[in-house]
Structure formats: C-alpha cells, structure tokens
C-alpha cells in the first residue's frame, strides 16, 4: 500500500467536486487489467494478501483467456494535496462484440486513459475505443504501459500518441502496470486533469446502468452512475424504458467488494440491488428513476442491442436437448444480448437457433455451455440476418440460411454492413487490400500514422467477416494487423441460396446464403467434403448442390453392398445374431436423409471442415 492510499474504505466523499469517474481504453492485451489491479493495491482497496492477478475479471472463463466481458466498476479512495477524493474506475470491455457495452460505460465516465502498450503502439480497437470516448467528450489522458519491456519504445510511440490526440510527446505519461512505475502519477493526474461530474442534486433522481450483472445469491446487480438527485435504500424505482417498479434492497459502492451505502448522490457510481432475477429487467443504457417522483426524461444513448450474428447450436446427443434448454434459460438470466428458439435440422436433431452480438460471444457461450453445463455441441456456420423482400412486397428477416425463400420471386435481398478499420505494418497492405477486395470490401480511405503504420477503412458485408475474415487476416499478416467493425446499415447485394442435396434431398445444415459469384466456390467445396465423408451405401448417392432448382456441382458415391453377415458363414447363429445387434446399435447414431444413412460425425465434420484440414496434414 503507499503512503497516499487511505485506510479508512468510507466513501471518502459524496461531493461531487471531490469525486473522479474514469475508464481505461485500450486494445485487447495492451494491459488494462494489469493496470486496474496494480491501482486497487496502491489506492490501497484490495491488501497485498487478497490480490489476486486481474481481481476485475470475475469470470473463469475471462481470466484464461485473458479477456474482459464484463465491465465492473470500484471506488478508490486517493489524496491530493491535502483533501480526499473518490476514484470510481470503471472496467471496460475492450472486443468489438461489446461496443454497446463499451460506450455505455464511456458515457458514465468524464475522462478515459487511453492506454497503449509501448512495445506495440496504437492498434484499431486503441482508435476505436478513443473515437467512442471522444464522442462521448471526455478527457483523454495518454498513456504508454509496459515501460518495463526490453522491446519498449516508449519515445517512438509517445510521438505517435501524441500526433494522433494532439498534445505534447513530454504528456504522455509512462507506467508499468506490472511493476507499478507511474501509477502513483497516473492517479494523480486523474484527479488534476479529468473533470468533477455535475448533475442537479434536486431534480428527480436519474441514474445511468451501465452494466448488470447476474449474481446466483443476489439476483441482478445494477451496476449505475447518478445523473441527478439521489437515490436512497428501500426507495420504489423505476425501470424509464419498460416503466417495470422496483424496490431497492441495497444500494452501495463496490470498493471493490460490494459495500452498502446510505444512497447515491450526483456524479456517484454505485450497484444497486432489486431483487429482478433476470438481467433483461435491468438493462445497460437504461434510467432507473425514483417511482414517486419520476423524471420525465430518460437518458440518451438507450438502445436494445440487437443480435448481429446467429448459429444453430445441437447437442451431439440428441438426449442432451433438455440440458441445453436449461442451460440456454439459466444463461440468460445473466446475459441480456443472448436470444435462442428451438428449431430442428434434418441433419442434427433437436436444437436451438441463437443471435450473438458477435463472433467472440458465440464463441463465449458455447464454451460456457459446454464447460459449465458439460455438454457436448456443434454449432452451425455463422449468419447474419438478411432482409428479404419479395415480389409481392412482402418483408422478412432470414436469420437461417435453410428458411431462405425459394420459389417465390425475390425482388431484394439486402445484408448488413460495417465499416471495417484495419491497423497494420505499411508492408502488407498489399495482401490486406486483396483480402478484403476478395471479401467484396470496398476502400473507404487509408491513412498513415506514424512512419510505418497504416490505417486502412474498408466497407464491408458483416457476413464476409464472420465467416473467416479474422483469422485470414491474421495469418496473412503473421499477427501484425488489427481489427475492428462497428456496424454502418445495410446494403442490397445479388445473394442466392446454395442448397446441398442427397439423392435429392436438402441438408438443412449445409444451405448457406452466398454472393452469386462465390456460390459455385460454395457448392463444390461442400460436395467434394461431403464424398469423403459419407460411407457407401447399398445404392449410388448423388451429391448435388443447388441454386433453387439448377444444379450448380455435383459428386457422387458409388454403391456398395455391405454384407455383415458375409464373414459369417456357417450356421453359427450366436455370432450372426452378435453382429446384426452391433449393426443395429450403429445406426442409431445414424441420421437418415431420404434413404441415405449418415454418420453424425460426418455432418460434424464437413460443417467444422475437418476435412480440408486433415488433408493438409
Ligand atoms: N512486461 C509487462 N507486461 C505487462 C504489463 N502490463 C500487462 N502486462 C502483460 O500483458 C498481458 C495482457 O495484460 P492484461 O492486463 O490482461 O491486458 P488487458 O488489456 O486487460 O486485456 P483484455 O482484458 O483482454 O483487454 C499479460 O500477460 C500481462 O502480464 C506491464 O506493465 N509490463
């Protein structure tokens, strides 16, 4: 602990001008939680003893990967020059999937340190996230991180820092969130530099929610920062966007265990407990306001986020189905973005079609499911929605590839869009601009920052980027560039539906929406995986893929008569009855399209594209 924290963990004050609400912005890695803990020590919040590496990061899953998916926010008690002041540091995501999340707890905040590691400098998400903040206007106090570095270049990317906020290369702080070098001076400068909060202490109370949170003993923290007046314990509130009433059980300040306080007044950050058991009660960018005497105006900045990516997800046994319902319904409880409705597939079985925000929290869940719930399970391809409109004006949503309208005459079909920044060495710009021409990207600008380092903006179709943008991008880069999206409308795009069919009959698993240029690729790809996969059977199985009724590729696999019984012969009855009981159990893991028999580990493998990778071995 140093000799400036202080011992006392009482909110050290509740006037406004003594209190000091910040956030660290940076790219994933750049070191923000690293930073956020060595603060909680020096400040003096968590002793030496409890520190436990990124105290923030609640979530297993967040500290193996090294992640942050949840923002919390705690208070720090911190002197300067003789009076007393409260930090609240409020953690920010930092991935793209989040950026709601992220300029909700942005918007809680009056100034952000723009964190940047200085071994690496300025990557998208560090421009991203400085954009988000601007917007929002805060104070930007930069900052380069891990001094300690061998690699550390800290004169070079001082430069760089400082040409991008413009400012001084003197003014960007140096630390080591590792070693705590800097961070006492950090801490002062947040107090010198990023503005008091102002509210109106009598106007009806308004407070902000930027992140909720879903405690199994507790039901829903409400993690929120006071606009205006003040709220107090067993106060009614209420929800301004569902106008759904509430009795606050707690209120309090995490410092950074949760602390209950005497109530929130203008500028506080703080949790609030209600006792809702669902986080869809409790939504980030909603106003809580006092149910007596309501405000009249909510907040700005409100939305519903909405799903940007959706996947089938199944259980590879179909008797798993009911654990994953439960699972599915416990999972929602802390995760308003997470939508699922039961569908079925020809080729998986029973299971449930679900919206991510993105790619990372598809990711996120499923893992979660399979690791909190053990289930086994394998996800379709990723899609995102597209709207439909057909000749007879009428308007859909298609969120699954297999409910793409054939037959009827399609006048438009548009998809969403985003704008893409790329951050990259000057070198491969080259292969970057291919990548995304091949991508159906089109070059919105390129700028240089710095001597050897390119921004380049490219407008894109979002289902381009889900499908394997990311890693290509980053092989072909050998790990240099960085990525980041922010969705920008939609955009109408000559998209057709591949159909993959066996003797015949659609694989609902395997239609995927494409751009009529790549659906030949699509097609072939998928019919020569499927040829190596499917074993023979007693009779030849085309294999075709589709564009409504024009066959665009096409395999087949020989017939072959599987005889079990031919090694049997003699008339040992036992043995032959043996063999046609481990036949039988066989074909229950067996799906069946039309006639043809599939193993489910085929249908397995073709959608993860086993295949291709075991041929390049
Ligand atoms: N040498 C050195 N390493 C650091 C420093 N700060 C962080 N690191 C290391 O950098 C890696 C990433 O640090 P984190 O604090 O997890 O980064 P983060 O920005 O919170 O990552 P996200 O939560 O994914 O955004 C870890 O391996 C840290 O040990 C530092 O000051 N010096």
């Not at 964190?115 to 998400?125: K, S």
């Not at 059980?249 to 058991?277: A, H």
């Not at 079609?353 to 909190?372: N, S, W």
């Not at 040829?531 to 199985?541: A, N, S, T, Y």
Request: aromatic content about 6%; charged content about 25%.
């Amino acid at each position: 602990m140093s000799p400036r924290a202080l011992t006392s963990l009482e909110p050290a004050s509740t006037d406004p001008s003594r209190i000091r609400n910040f956030c660290i912005i940076a790219h994933i890695d750049h070191g923000k939680s690293t930073l956020a803990d060595r603060m909680l020590g020096i400040t003096g919040v968590v002793s030496d003893r409890d520190m436990r590496a990124q105290y923030l990061d609640r979530m297993d899953i967040e500290r193996e990967r090294g992640i942050t998916i949840k923002s919390q926010a705690v208070r720090m008690p911190w002197a300067l020059d003789g009076d007393t002041y409260a930090l609240n540091m409020i953690d920010t995501p930092g991935h793209v999937d989040f950026t709601y999340e992220v300029s909700r707890s942005l918007a809680a905040c009056e100034g952000a340190i723009l964190l940047v590691d200085a071994a690496q400098g300025i990557e998208a998400q560090t421009l991203a996230n400085l954009y988000l903040a601007l917007e929002n206007d805060l104070t930007i106090i930069p900052v380069l991180n891990k001094i300690d570095l061998p690699a550390a270049d800290p004169d070079k990317y001082a430069k760089e820092l400082a040409s991008l906020i413009g400012g001084r290369p003197e003014d960007v702080l140096r630390v080591s969130g590792k070693t705590g070098v800097g961070v006492t001076e950090l801490l002062d400068r947040v107090v010198e530099l990023i503005p008091a909060p102002r509210g109106d202490a009598g106007a009806p109370a308004r407070a902000m929610i930027f992140d909720s949170v879903y405690d199994t003993y507790r039901g829903v923290i409400t993690y929120v920062r006071m606009i205006d007046g003040k709220l107090s314990p067993r106060e009614r509130v209420q929800m301004m966007s569902t106008k759904a009433v509430h009795e606050l059980l707690e209120i309090g300040v995490s410092s950074p265990e949760p602390t209950p306080t005497k109530g929130l007044g203008v500028g506080e950050v703080g949790y609030l407990i209600t006792g809702v058991k669902d986080v869809r009660q409790s939504k980030v960018g909603d106003t809580v306001t006092n149910a007596a005497k309501p405000s009249t105006q909510a907040l700005p900045g409100y939305t519903d986020p909405k799903p940007m990516v959706f996947s089938g997800l199944y259980p590879i046994d179909g008797s798993d189905y009911p654990i994953l319902r439960e699972a599915l319904d416990k999972l929602k409880l802390s995760d308003a973005s997470l939508n699922y409705e039961p569908e079925t597939s020809v080729a998986l079985g029973f299971g449930f079609r679900c919206g991510f925000l993105g790619l990372l929290h598809l990711e996120i869940v499923t893992e979660r499911l399979e690791r909190e719930f053990g289930l086994d399970l394998i996800a379709t391809a990723p899609s995102v929605p597209y709207e439909v409109t057909t000749e007879d004006k009428k308007h859909f949503t298609v969120t699954n590839p297999s409910e793409f309208p054939t037959g009827t005459k399609i006048a438009s079909v548009s998809e969403p869009m985003v704008k893409a920044a790329i951050l990259a060495p000057k070198d491969y710009v080259g292969t970057i601009m291919e990548l995304c021409q091949s991508k159906r990207g089109s070059l919105l600008g390129m700028e240089y920052l710095g001597e050897d380092r390119v921004e380049i903006r490219y407008s894109m179709p979002l289902g381009e980027i889900v499908f394997d943008f990311f890693d290509q991008l980053k092989s072909k880069t050998a790990g240099y560039a960085s990525l980041d999206y922010e969705p920008s409308g939609e955009q109408d795009a000559d998209l057709v539906k591949v159909d993959i069919l066996l003797q015949g009959e659609a694989v609902d698993a395997f239609s995927a929406i494409v751009h009529r240029d790549k659906a030949y690729a699509y097609g072939l790809l998928m019919t020569e995986r499927l040829k190596k996969l499917i074993p023979r059977q007693q009779f030849e199985v085309p294999i075709q893929a589709a564009i409504g009724a024009r066959i665009i590729a096409r395999e087949s696999i020989s017939a072959m008569r599987k005889d079990v019984l031919a090694k049997c012969y003699g008339g040992d009855i036992t043995r032959k009855r043996k063999l046609l009981e481990k036949q039988k159990e066989g074909k229950k893991r067996m799906k069946m399209v039309g006639r043809v028999e599939v193993p489910q580990e085929a249908f397995i493998a073709a959608l993860s594209g086993d295949v291709e990778k075991k041929d390049k071995k």
